[in-house]
């Protein structure tokens, strides 16, 4: 079992910076494939970036492709979101997950969810 905790999120102004944090309970964070995603009011969760067991494979959604940087202390048992030049269309809340294998884009392959922090983008 493992539980996630996101903190971090806030309202910030357009191009402004946000850095996400999700501590993990459990033993064998080391071993989790980890994501974060996103759901903004009346859509759909949508991948945002997702990172491996080792951190040495991150992957991101073409919408935050090189605004947002995925990393992983496994030594903290903790998962990071580093979120510069954010953009109102960034708001939403955010949500990190875990899963028991590699990580995945697709929501419905995670196995634990976090209860997720609200992003708010002004412009």
């Known amino acids: 079992q493992v539980q996630l905790v996101e903190s971090g999120g806030g309202l910030v102004q357009a191009g402004g910076s946000l850095r996400l944090s999700c501590a993990a309970s459990?033993?064998?964070?080391?071993?989790?494939?980890m994501g974060w995603f996103r759901q903004a009011p009346g859509k759909e969760r949508e991948f945002v970036a997702r990172?491996?067991?080792?951190?040495?494979?991150?992957y991101y959604a073409d919408s935050v492709k090189g605004r947002f940087t995925i990393s992983r202390d496994n030594a903290k048992n903790t998962v990071y979101l580093q979120m510069n030049s954010l953009k109102p269309e960034d708001t939403a809340v955010y949500y990190c997950?875990?899963?028991?294998?590699?990580?995945?884009?697709?929501?419905?392959?995670?196995?634990?969810w976090g209860q997720g922090t609200q992003v708010t983008v002004s412009s």
């Open positions: 990172i491996n067991w080792s951190g040495g494979s991150a």
């Open positions: 459990g033993r064998t964070f080391s071993s989790y494939g």
């Open positions: 997950a875990a899963r028991t294998s590699y990580s995945s884009s697709n929501y419905e392959r995670y196995d634990y």
